[in-house]
């Protein structure tokens, strides 16, 4: 994918992450590849050319990283405006790429008018119109929906599984069973996520998302309303450990329910490291095969996504900027869109190993 020979690959410290996993690669057991994928931002889309041409080199996989979200689509509460979702995807299926679709429900990027929503009827009939309308349109070209995002509480309490959004206050927990129950409807063929954040570190409040996560699959499946996977978004704390034993049970035990799991916004949040570049690509590439050996290890992800290719234009420099205001590295290629040693290690799990 990258270009890359095997020499280039192992040389010098910055190949070591790559060569600690090749060189494992005769006793180790085979692995069907990955479809690797990133999130795509739009007006980056239209302003670089550069940027369609590595989505379209690298990528099995594309996401439209904000334009089917409520905001952009519905900022006229009449109005659908599928503009910039519809280039995303025309792009995706030009070029033989997959989609998934990001996202049908959400507490947050809501237009202004969707805040203000006041009764059960209202937002039960706005959620199900919404999930409708898009499902439909995409039917046969978006495989894959993120039906929820983000609703498990990020340090959940007892007795209060999920988060407090517009959503869980006018629905209760039952909007999420709306959500998976409507995407179904719409479309049968469709793959139906749970998507979330934080599943990979250590400590009571992670295990208890986890274990909520465990339960919304199960009671759906007890209710008989489809979901076939779990989205483990990894935006992953360079200064925080991954808690390896926890994330392979967590991916076992969704199997076990009859769901798989798929990395949706692979990225590291390198705020906290020390500046040296080099250092901190070497540290993100071997967080990242961390991460992935624990996932690989409970069971065969549906995907790997990274939340944007390149150092060039991510989230995480407005979202979590660094003291020393050098720019953020969280990414699989360099602000040249040059390979980073992050990309050897996603570069392994596509290619799996025979
Ligand atoms: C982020 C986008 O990357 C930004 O461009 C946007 O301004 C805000 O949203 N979790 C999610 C994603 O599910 O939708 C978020 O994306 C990042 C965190």
């Not at 996401?63 to 599928?82: C, G, S, T």
């Not at 991954?242 to 798929?262: N, P």
């Not at 961390?290 to 995907?303: D, F, H, I, N, R």
């Amino acid at each position: 994918m990258t270009g890359l020979s095997r020499r280039d690959a192992l040389t010098g410290a910055a190949g070591l992450a790559a060569a600690a996993l090749a060189g494992g690669a005769a006793a180790a057991p085979s692995r069907a590849p990955i479809p690797y994928g990133s999130a795509a931002q739009i007006q980056t889309f239209r302003a670089d050319p550069r940027y369609r041409d590595a989505l379209k080199r690298l990528c099995d996989v594309i996401v439209p990283m904000n334009d089917l979200k409520w905001e952009a689509l519905r900022h006229d509460r009449a109005r659908f405006d599928f503009s910039g979702a519809d280039e995303l995807v025309d792009f995706a299926l030009k070029n033989g790429q997959a989609l998934r679709g990001h996202a049908l429900l959400w507490g947050m990027a809501l237009p202004p008018w969707a805040k203000e929503m006041a009764s059960r009827a209202e937002a039960e009939r706005e959620l199900t119109r919404h999930i409708e309308t898009v499902v439909d349109r995409y039917k046969g070209k978006i495989a894959t929906w993120d039906v929820v995002n983000e609703v498990i509480a990020f340090d959940p309490k007892p007795g209060e599984p999920y988060r407090d959004t517009i959503w869980q206050r006018l629905l209760g927990p039952g909007h999420v069973e709306i959500a998976f129950r409507t995407a179904a409807r719409v479309d049968p063929q469709a793959r139906l996520v749970l998507n979330d954040f934080n599943f990979e570190e250590a400590g009571p409040g992670v295990a208890a998302r986890r274990k909520i996560a465990l339960e919304t699959v199960r009671r759906l499946k007890d209710k008989g309303i489809p979901i076939h996977g779990v989205g483990m978004q990894a935006h992953l704390y360079a200064e925080n450990a991954i808690d390896s034993d926890g994330v392979r049970s967590f991916v076992a035990d969704l199997g076990k329910l009859g769901v798989d799991v798929e990395i949706t916004e692979l990225d590291v949040i390198d705020w906290k490291l020390p500046a040296d570049t080099a250092a901190r690509d070497r540290t993100a590439a071997s967080l990242v095969s961390t991460y992935l050996e624990a996932v690989v290890s409970g069971g065969q992800p549906k995907a790997i996504v990274t939340w944007g290719l390149t150092d060039r234009y991510s989230w995480v420099h407005d979202t979590f900027p660094r003291k020393d205001s050098a720019k953020a590295r969280p990414l699989p290629l360099d602000e040249d869109y040059r390979p980073k040693p992050m990309m050897r290690v996603l570069d392994q799990y596509r290619r799996g190993r025979s």
